[in-house]
């Protein structure tokens, strides 16, 4: 029996049981990756991570799915610094650097709150195929003209996500997934999940909310996404559906885990050179867990 130090951590969220909830398992090198698959099955999370020594940054982490490895994501990262500052390894920095499977992330951190604040900056933005709306809603029982413009297939760093951005709080609180439907659609598109959104908060504090429903083996929804809110905010930017490049995205409130980040599009519209999503993470639990 193997024991390593573990944090549970809610990400994006300045309270208990808020936001989006991911285990950080440390000293993780020497753990195979089936064991690590396993562990995110067992935790019944959406993502886990799993820190290592890293030759090329300050820290390293490797962030899996109940389904295998992903290459970066949002709320991992997050939960990763949170457990970092707990475990007192990032001391008094004010900047830092995180490697993970898509290359080295740069980290800013703000202790001017009740909770430091972490804002990665994302890689500049990929943009994919252009999808009918009709197409899309049709995944989540809604209609085209639920549909804001034209969804966009988009990537900055981690998975491509298709944004699809809705006309009103109404037509994102009706999605429901057709899983069946996106299962069959996926080997003739360019992207893993659609992210739904509206330019709108939850709250009046947001400008944004947004949805990511999944399939299984993962649970049924994510309540924050940190990845695809950078591909929100980089499609919103370029197709003039926000009017400045800061804002403050939403997600989660509808699942009773209301998240937010505080968003940066970095560069002209026509040329952005990354996507700063920052935010809080709250340790819920510490101890050991046994491999």
């Not at 809604?142 to 966009?152: E, F, I, K, S, Y």
């Not at 209301?258 to 700063?276: C, F, M, N, W």
């Amino acid at each position: 029996m193997r024991t390593r130090p573990a944090y549970w951590v809610d990400a994006f969220t300045d309270r208990p049981m808020g936001g989006n909830p991911c285990a950080v398992v440390f000293e993780a090198d020497d753990l195979a990756e089936a064991a690590r698959i396993a562990f995110t099955r067992e935790a019944r999370l959406s993502e886990c991570s799993f820190v290592v020594v890293s030759d090329r940054a300050d820290f390293g982490a490797r962030y899996y799915l109940a389904s295998g490895p992903i290459k970066m994501a949002g709320h991992p990262t997050i939960a990763t610094c949170a457990a970092l500052e707990r475990a007192g390894l990032i001391g008094d920095r004010k900047r830092f650097t995180l490697e993970v499977a898509a290359g080295v992330v740069h980290i800013e951190v703000d202790r001017g709150g009740s909770l430091p604040q972490f804002t990665m900056t994302q890689y500049a933005p990929v943009f994919g195929q252009a999808h009918e709306p009709g197409t899309i809603a049709a995944l989540f029982g809604l209609d085209a003209r639920d549909v804001v413009g034209t969804p966009q297939t988009v990537s900055t760093g981690g998975p491509n996500f298709c944004v699809t951005v809705l006309r009103d709080l109404g037509a994102l609180g009706r999605a429901r997934l057709d899983i069946p439907a996106l299962k069959a659609l996926r080997g003739a598109v360019d992207f893993w999940e659609p992210f739904l959104c509206v330019t709108q908060g939850f709250t009046e504090a947001g400008d944004t909310a947004a949805r990511l429903m999944l399939t299984p083996p993962e649970p049924e929804e994510d309540p924050f996404t940190g990845s695809a809110t950078g591909c929100m905010a980089a499609y919103l930017w370029r197709h003039g559906l926000i009017s400045r490049p800061r804002f403050t995205a939403e997600q989660g409130h509808l699942m009773e885990r209301p998240g937010s980040a505080r968003v940066e599009v970095l560069g002209p519209a026509d040329a952005i050179t990354g996507v700063k999503v920052g935010g809080t993470g709250v340790v819920l639990i510490e101890g050991t867990a046994h491999f």
